[in-house]
């Protein structure tokens, strides 16, 4: 969740700063990353059974554009971690308008799927920040995530984030995910969310769902959701 809610803000920051050339952007840039939050969605599913989720993560970046990072949660569907790691590049295009392009591997220590599948997964991704909107396309090099046949799968997400008080941000975001070869695999997921900047964190609150079928009597871990968040970024 944590990565879909300040995709938007982070690429919004990146474009703000063009806006102020005059500035000395620094050369290195090192920051880091902790969330507490009441679950982990992820692309609308939850990835922790709806129970609480520890977060945090670390980034690299150049003043060229390039940049690479690592990201940590736990999780409740495998005995083990997501770690993500990604590399990407940012450029200008004018001072309103920036591209960003990158890859990024889903890494489950020890994990498999029933039969032994890998569960490991890799994704390319394109996005494009106006102002406040952006629309990004991520697309799988690997099977999805142990889906058998499942390589070429795509997801297309459509983010903006308002600033409508100081330090608040409002944040809309709009998913489809398509799973190749699993038809009924694919499903839209929605999120309403809410940040304010305190200074000791950033408190968030975000009002999740997916059109997603689920299976008569199993927990419901793509229906509607709130999750609360508390995060610090350093």
């Given amino acids: 969740m944590k990565k879909l809610i300040l995709a938007a803000a982070v690429m919004s920051a990146f474009v703000g700063s063009l806006a102020h050339a005059e500035e000395a952007i620094p050369e290195h840039t090192f920051t880091g990353n902790f969330t507490v ?3 982990y969605r992820f692309r609308g599913i939850s990835q922790t059974d709806k129970e609480p989720t520890l977060q945090g993560g670390f980034d690299y970046a150049h003043s060229s554009g390039f940049y690479v990072g690592n990201w940590n949660s736990n999780i409740d569907f495998a005995k083990s971690i997501e770690m993500d790691f990604y590399t990407g590049y940012k450029w200008a295009v004018t001072p309103d308008l920036a591209g960003d392009v ?3 591997y889903y890494y489950y220590p020890g994990a498999k799927r029933d039969g032994g599948t890998d569960i490991n997964t890799t994704e390319v991704y394109v996005a494009g920040t106006y102002k406040w ?3 990004k396309y991520s697309h799988t090099v690997s099977d999805f995530f142990g889906a058998e046949d499942s390589k070429g799968s795509g997801y297309l997400e459509l983010n903006a984030a308002f600033e409508v008080a100081d330090k608040t941000t409002l944040g809309l975001h709009v998913g489809h995910q398509k799973v190749r070869h699993n038809g009924d695999a694919d499903y839209t997921d929605y999120k309403i969310s809410l940040a304010k900047d305190f200074g000791f964190a950033t408190i968030g609150l975000a ?8 299976a008569p009597g199993a927990r419901k871990l793509a229906g509607t959701a709130a999750v609360l968040s508390i995060s610090k970024a350093f």
């Fill in 133 to 135: 909107f952006t629309a």
């Fill in 37 to 39: 939050a009441t679950d």
């Fill in 102 to 104: 990158g890859v990024l």
């Fill in 207 to 214: 009002l999740i769902d997916t059109d997603l079928d689920e």
